[in-house]
Antibody
């Protein structure tokens, strides 16, 4: 059974870069069907797709965040990483990693990690 | 890319009653739509993909239908554990993955 676990700092200062890691277990990261996504939910708001990546390194980002987002994968560590630069209070959210197939629904989710942006 | 509009924003339903949630796309997304249930403190759970294909373990009281621009999620005989925010999401022109604004279902 696929399991996803997000980890990272719960508190980030304004203007700093957020770094989160999603550790994957229960399925191969190099399974050709799998894409790995990051989604976030600000307090009291809806879900927002941040981006997705394939194990080969191909990345697909939300156009509204593209200038600040970077995703990477380390298949040997079974990890997908998210970096989001120039953090502001508007980036305060629960950040989830999830799995999907190409052009398909997000069928497995991590438990999420709350990131607060504050000085 | 298509924008999804969900209605109503909040639905107050008595236990045992049926509820209907709507998701409307600004342009045709064929059947490339998913529904999620998001309970407080939990991660979202996939309920349906391909507009009407029930995910594993989803109770039969949940039913989804639609294609093109109009989609519906119906919960028959609402139970207390169904209190959640329900999101639709499409992948018709992926990337991106686009979510609707959500419908909050509460017990009356």
């Amino acid at each position: 059974q696929l399991q996803l676990h997000e980890s990272g700092p719960g508190l980030v200062k304004p203007s700093e870069t957020l770094s989160l890691t999603c550790t994957v277990s229960g399925d191969s990261m190099t399974n050709s069907l799998n894409y790995w996504a990051w989604i976030r939910q600000p307090p009291g708001k809806g879900l927002e797709w941040i981006g997705s990546m394939y194990y080969t390194g191909s990345t697909y980002y939300n156009s509204s965040l593209k200038s600040r987002v970077f995703m990477s994968v380390d298949t040997s560590k079974r990890q997908v990483s998210l970096s989001l630069s120039s953090m502001t209070a508007a980036d305060t959210a629960v950040y989830y990693c999830a799995r999907h197939f190409i052009a398909a629904a997000l069928d497995s989710w991590g438990q999420g990690t709350l990131v607060t942006v504050s000085s | 890319e298509a924008v999804l509009t969900q209605s109503p924003a909040t639905l107050s339903v008595s236990p045992g009653e049926s509820s209907t949630l709507s998701c409307r796309a600004s342009q045709s997304i064929n059947s490339n739509l998913a529904w999620y249930q998001h309970k407080p403190g939990q991660s979202p759970r996939l309920l349906f993909s391909a507009a009407s294909a029930r995910a594993t373990g989803v109770p039969a009281r949940f039913r989804a239908s639609g294609s093109g621009t109009e989609f519906t999620l119906t919960i028959s005989s609402l139970q207390s554990e169904d209190v959640a925010v329900y999101y639709c999401q499409h992948y018709n022109d992926w990337p991106p993955l686009t979510f609707g604004g959500g419908t909050k279902v509460e017990i009356k």
